[in-house]
Every structure is written in structure tokens, then in C-alpha cells.
């Protein structure tokens, strides 16, 4: 492409923050322990992986990853497995939890503010333009794409957006766009959100994704910190506020960016922030053809990585047979006279003989005992699953025993198994 030597200048000189302080409560026990960018997905990845992923794929190599909520097990996955960009190519992922740096009151108070809070570091890099992830969504995005139509554009800011339809956009930052695609109107949940010029059916919904500015990024935090009205929050007050201002505001279309491995694939994002989403994004994996590819080798989720053997499958006998269907096995697992259907195991699993495990999601280190049945379920890191156990026939005893969603699926931890 003509563009491509300015562009590599430009994500050259870009800074990349990733908000990843989120506590996802609606991910109900499985952030008990740890925050929601943290939770495992994909059999061997964590959540934050796609975001930092995208970025050194995309050609960023200058990353910082503010943190707040439960992060012990994130900062310490980050450790081991983002480590290897080179410092001396000013080259890195920075690890920023919250540090009251400002006083010794106020912890990150919104989005905006856990920069303006860290604000002296990232001043000192003199970034060209700094891109603000979420680090909370599975995806797979170019984010030199949408910078470079952010300079082409001439814009100070470029939200990146999506269509979804308007019946259910009101769980979304939405915006209204001209023809050019140029933000007239940025609304925050709203209960009529505007559509899409010419198609009533659909809005477009916010990403968490910004581009911005370097230098315009550092006056409107310093504005916002002034504010006594305002949240301090990227959506709810800094972009409202800019296009209500007359600020060059565009939005950037995901499918103009997004990484699909055929032609006319589906751009694929989840928000898999309940466990009702969180359970199908995983199960989605076994298909024939899943919607998110990771077997692209053009475009590699990087991760880090315990030495494991591989999974094992024992015993052949008539009525004893270790057999997986329809599923994703990981590293370390041993299915010992087991039948796992449509499953998506995690590192470190062991099935015993007799159980059967159908639509299930099972986190790192769990063991499940003899003769249990598990249908639709996520299991949580660390659970032993007892002997005989029954879960996913009968959801008056399921809702009883463990936490039940609306959708049917029965999470079950460490701490639900110890009070049967």
C-alpha cells in the first residue's frame, strides 16, 4: 500500500493505553478473584489478550496497561507472557495499577481519569497520538487502519463503532453520524438511541476504542479534571462534550478494520460480560467453522503459556471409553474413560471414568469425578467436581445448589462445591 512507510512512522510514534481496571460484577463469581480483563477465554487465552494482541499485530509496540480492580492475577499473567518486547528498541507494556498518585483519596474514578492520573508518565513519551482500548472485549481489529483514517481525516478524535440493532443499543454508547461519518451526537445508554442514516433497524454503538490527538488528549483531560460535574469518563463526559463542542469527532466503522481470514467474513466482537455470553463466546469455538478464528497464522492471539503435555486420552473398552466430540482440549488434560461433547476444556483438566460432559466450559486445574454429568456449564479454576455429581437436569436443584442464569447455564465454583 502507498501509505504503508507513513503508517509504520505513525504507530511508531502512537501510544496504546489499555483501561483493563473493570471489575465485570455481571460476570457474577467468576471476578470474585480477579478482574474481568483477567478471566480466562479460549481454552489457554486470557480476555486482555485480544486487545494487546490487536495492538502488536497492528504494529504497536509502545503499551501501558492501567489496572485497578482485584489485579494480582492479571498483573502477574502480564509478567510472564508480555515481557518480551525489547526496552532498548523503546519497545514496551507498562503496568500501571492505581496509585493515588494525584492524593491519597481518589482511586480511578472513571476511565478519563486513569489517565489524567498517570498523565505526567505519558506526557514524558511526546506520543503523536494515543490510542485507548478497552481490555475487556474478545475481537480482532487493525488498529493501524483506523489511525490512519484519523489522520486522513484530519480529525482530533476517532471513535470506532458498530452496528447493532436499535432495539438493543441501549446498553451502548451511541452516536449519530453525517454522511462524511463525522459525530453530530454522542449519547451514553440511551433509551432512544438514534439510528443509522437510511436504516431505522440498526444503531451505531460505540467500541471503547478512541483515537486521539496527543497533545488535543492532554487538554481535555486537564478540562475534565476541572470539572466538578463531570465522571470523568471517556464515554459518559469526554466525547459528548467534544462533539457537542464543534470538535473534529469521527467514527471509524469496525468492519472497515476489522481481521477476518476470508473474504467476506463476519466481523466478529463480543462484550462477554455476563455468563450467559461468556458461556456461548466459548461454546462458539467448537464449531466446524467458529465465528472468531484462532488458527490464523496471519493474525496470532498471543498469550502466555505453562510447558504442559499434550491432552490424553485413555482407556478403550466397551464401557469405559476416553473419547472427546465437537470440542477444544488443552494442554495438561488427561479424559481417563470420560465422554466430553461440544466442551471447550482449559489446561490441567482431568475427567475420570464415567463422568460425561456436554456444552461445557471447564477453567484450569479442575478435576471431575467419577460418574458426574455436567451439561451447559462453566466451572471455575481449581473446582473438584465430586463423584456422582448431577448438574444441568434439573434447574430448580441447579439454582439451589449453585448459581443458575436466566439462560440456563450453571456456574459452579470452588466455594458452591465446599458448602454442599
Not at 468492519?255 to 460480560?273: I, K, L, M
Not at 498469550?303 to 476416553?322: C, I, M, S, W
Not at 473446582?383 to 434447574?395: H, K, N, Q, R, S
Request: aromatic share 10%.
Amino acid at each position: 500500500m502507498v501509505f504503508e512507510p507513513r503508517l509504520r512512522e505513525l504507530t511508531r510514534t502512537a501510544l496504546t493505553l489499555v483501561l483493563a481496571g473493570g471489575r465485570g460484577s455481571r460476570l457474577s463469581a467468576l471476578t470474585d478473584r480477579r478482574a474481568k480483563p483477567a478471566v480466562y477465554f479460549g481454552g489457554k487465552f486470557r480476555i486482555i489478550d485480544f486487545a494487546l494482541s490487536n495492538a502488536i499485530n497492528s504494529g504497536f509496540r509502545k503499551i501501558s496497561v492501567l489496572t485497578q480492580y482485584k489485579s494480582h492475577s492479571l498483573l502477574r499473567h502480564l509478567q510472564r507472557g508480555w515481557s518480551f518486547l525489547r526496552g532498548e528498541m523503546d519497545e514496551f507494556v507498562d503496568l500501571l495499577p492505581a496509585q493515588q498518585r494525584l492524593n491519597e483519596e481518589n482511586w480511578y474514578r472513571g476511565t478519563a481519569d486513569a489517565v489524567w492520573q498517570n498523565l505526567d508518565i505519558f506526557q514524558s513519551l511526546r506520543p503523536s497520538h494515543v490510542i485507548i482500548l478497552a481490555g475487556d472485549h474478545i475481537y480482532k481489529m487493525d488498529y493501524g487502519k483506523m489511525l490512519w483514517q484519523h489522520v486522513t481525516r484530519g480529525a482530533d478524535v476517532t471513535v470506532a463503532c458498530f452496528e447493532v440493532p436499535r432495539k438493543e443499543a441501549s446498553a451502548f454508547g451511541v452516536m449519530a453520524v453525517d454522511p462524511s461519518g463525522r459525530v453530530v451526537r454522542f449519547v451514553e445508554k440511551p433509551a432512544d438511541p438514534p439510528h443509522i442514516p437510511g436504516n431505522p433497524e440498526l444503531s451505531l454503538a460505540s467500541m471503547g476504542i478512541y483515537v486521539f490527538n496527543g497533545n488535543f488528549l492532554f487538554e481535555q483531560l486537564r478540562r475534565d479534571a476541572e470539572d466538578p460535574n463531570s465522571n470523568h469518563d471517556f464515554g459518559k463526559d469526554i466525547i459528548p462534550y467534544l462533539v457537542q463542542g464543534r470538535a473534529s469527532v469521527f467514527a471509524h466503522r469496525f468492519q472497515e478494520s476489522c481481521v477476518v481470514t476470508e473474504a467476506g467474513g463476519t466481523p466478529y466482537w463480543r462484550d462477554v460480560g455476563t455468563v450467559d455470553a461468556y458461556w456461548e463466546a466459548n461454546i462458539d469455538l467448537t464449531n466446524i467453522i467458529p465465528p472468531l478464528d484462532l488458527y490464523d497464522p496471519q493474525w496470532r492471539i498471543w498469550t502466555y503459556q505453562e510447558q504442559l503435555p499434550p491432552a490424553k486420552f485413555v482407556h478403550d473398552e466397551d464401557n469405559r471409553r476416553g473419547m472427546c466430540l465437537g470440542s477444544m482440549v488443552s494442554g495438561g488434560c488427561i479424559i481417563s474413560g470420560s465422554l466430553v461433547r461440544r466442551s471447550l476444556l482449559f489446561s490441567n483438566v482431568r475427567c475420570n471414568s464415567y463422568s460425561k460432559l456436554e456444552g461445557a466450559v471447564v477453567l484450569p486445574d479442575v478435576v471431575i469425578n467419577r460418574s458426574a454429568r455436567l451439561t451447559k456449564v462453566v466451572v471455575d479454576r481449581g473446582v473438584e467436581i465430586p463423584e456422582g455429581l448431577v448438574v444441568g437436569e434439573d434447574p430448580q436443584e441447579d439454582a439451589r445448589r449453585f448459581f443458575r442464569t436466566s439462560g440456563g447455564v450453571t456456574l459452579i465454583t470452588r466455594e458452591m462445591i465446599d458448602r454442599l
